[in-house]
């Protein structure tokens, strides 16, 4: 997802995305440890969208 695309969205749901890839990412990286995963650049670019979603987070955190 471009970060545009997650730049539209409010801060609620970037937190249930970034809840969806920590959990896509756990099961790449079970699948990588078991060499059942063809390409593992994927656990790269997961980590890298998980990144980019964090970013984003941190510049919508509502002010305390």
Not at 24 to 40: F, G, T, W
């Amino acid at each position: 997802m471009k970060s545009r695309e997650l730049r539209e969205m409010t801060f609620d749901e970037l937190r249930v995305h970034h809840d969806d890839l920590m959990e896509e990412l756990a099961n790449l990286r079970v699948k990588l440890a078991m060499r059942q995963i063809d390409n593992p650049l994927q656990v790269r670019g997961l980590r890298r969208d998980v990144a980019r979603v964090q970013t984003i987070m941190q510049e919508k955190k509502p002010s305390q």
